[in-house]
T-cell receptor
Framework: GDSVTQMEGPVTLSEEAFLTINCTYTATGYPSLFWYVQYPGEGLQLLLKATKADDKGSNKGFEATYRKETTSFHLEKGSVQVSDSAVYFCALSRSGAGSYQLTFGKGTKLSVIP | DGGITQSPKYLFRKEGQNVTLSCEQNLNHDAMYWYRQDPGQGLRLIYYSQIVNDFQKGDIAEGYSVSREKKESFPLTVTSAQKNPTAFYLC????????????FGPGTRLTVL
């Protein structure tokens, strides 16, 4: 079945550091890929998405490129801020008869210190 | 997220009691989902519904029940058969594009005393 593997956290960075959170996936066909962010005590927010190979999703300074050859969708940001402290989830979706479910990674907690 | 409400935000229940969590949306979307979130385990799908009066079990449906009598409402009941119900519960809707992104409500934290 489908699966998503994220780097384990927690990740602690100083403000203005470069961020990479690795995400790899296993799925047949051509899934859509997503990154979600969850701030403490809140629901998940869609951060960015990519729907086909070589697509780059971007939002709020975050970027991720859909790499089919390496089945990866790594999240990057050039200069993190304290306000980026949150849990980040990588997810994929395959359409098809039935459910339109999302498959999530386990999440990576990011803490940014001043 | 914008048009998806969950209530209450915090809920306490005694062991052996059933409790119902509310999820309402005013975005006129067909598909709705319930997830359970435990620390370090990501999200696990409990139930989903693609149209009114129809719903399907997810990966961890045991001890839970749902109904979908109206398009805008998808309540989740945590029954006394659920052995470990303390968790954060998230409701979501599927977006209108072909890519199946989901949009989440603010969540309900259930604690069993």
């Amino acid at each position: 079945g489908d699966s998503v593997t994220q780097m384990e956290g927690p990740v602690t960075l100083s403000e203005e550091a470069f961020l990479t959170i690795n995400c790899t996936y296993t799925a047949t066909g051509y899934p859509s890929l997503f990154w979600y962010v969850q701030y403490p005590g809140e629901g998940l927010q869609l951060l960015l998405k990519a729907t086909k190979a070589d697509d780059k999703g971007s939002n709020k300074g975050f970027e991720a490129t859909y790499r089919k050859e390496t089945t990866s969708f790594h999240l990057e940001k050039g200069s993190v801020q304290v306000s980026d402290s949150a849990v980040y989830f990588c997810a994929l979706s395959r359409s098809g008869a039935g459910s339109y479910q999302l498959t999530f990674g386990k999440g990576t907690k990011l803490s940014v210190i001043p | 997220d914008g048009g998806i409400t969950q209530s209450p935000k915090y809920l306490f229940r005694k062991e052996g009691q059933n409790v119902t969590l509310s999820c309402e949306q005013n975005l006129n979307h067909d598909a709705m989902y319930w997830y359970r979130q435990d620390p370090g385990q990501g999200l696990r799908l409990i139930y989903y519904s693609q149209i009114v009066n129809d719903f399907q079990k997810g990966d961890i449906a045991e001890g839970y029940s749902v109904s979908r009598e109206k398009k805008e409402s998808f309540p989740l009941t945590v029954t006394s058969a659920q052995k470990n119900p303390t968790a954060f519960y998230l409701c979501a809707i599927r977006g209108p594009t072909p890519y199946n992104e989901q949009f989440f409500g603010p969540g309900t934290r259930l604690t069993v005393l």
